[in-house]
C-alpha cells in the first residue's frame, strides 16, 4: 500500500504571497485505467473536507484558480498563488487506488 | 446534486459495535455504480481511511482496522453501512461517508463517542 507523507506539516504564510505544498508516495500509483489518482482537500475549521484537486492537476468546479496540482510518479504539490484569508485550514493529500490513504495533512494560518 | 447524510448513535459503549448508516440522494446506487467510502476523524487529528465497497458488494479495508470493520450496501435503500466492532475509545471521532476513488461528496459527518 501506497503511504502518502505531507511537508511541511505546518505553514505560516503573509496574505498574498505563495504557498506550497508537497506530497510524496512511497510507491508509484498508476491505476489500471492509466490515471493517477492523487486528490487535494482542504478543511476549513469546523467543517467537512472539500476536494479542490483530482487527477493530480484538475481543479473542482467552484475552485478559484489560485488553487493548482502538480507532479508525477512519486511526487506531487499544491500550490496556492497567493494566500487569502479563507484559505485557512488544514490541506490533505490522499491517494484512492493503492490502499486509499490521506498525508497527515498540513495546516496553513495567515502569519 | 448528490448529497450524502450519516446516521446513528452518537454514543456507543467500550466493547460495543459501532453502527452507522450513510443515505446516498440525488443518484441511483444500483444504476451508478461507484465505491462508497468511510473515513473518519478523531478530535485534533487529521483523517483516515477506514474503507470501501463497490455497488457490486466488494469491499477494500484499511488493514488497521480489518479485524474489527465491515461495510455492506443495500442500493434498494440507497444506503451503505459501517460497523465497526469491540470499539475502545481511541475510536472515538467524527464519522464522514464519501463517494467514489476520489472522494468527490462527502456527508457532514457524525460524532461518534466510545464512553460508557
Redesign the interface.
Known sequence: DAVMTQSPLFLSVTLGQPASISCTSSQSFVFSDGNTYLNWFQQRPGQSPRRLIYKVSNRDAGVPDRFSGSGSGTDFTLQISRVEAEDVGVYYCFQGTHGPSFGQGTKVEIK | QVQLQESGPGLVKPSQTLSLSCTVSGVSMSSDPY?W?W?RQPAGK????IG?IYASGTT?Y??SLKSRVTISIDTSKNQFSLQLSSVTAADTAVY?CAR?????Y????TLVTVSS
Request: glycine share 20%.
Open positions: 465505491f467510502s473515513i487529521g483523517l483516515e481511511y470501501r477494500n484499511n488493514p464522514y467514489g476513488v476520489a472522494l468527490d462527502w456527508g457532514q459527518g
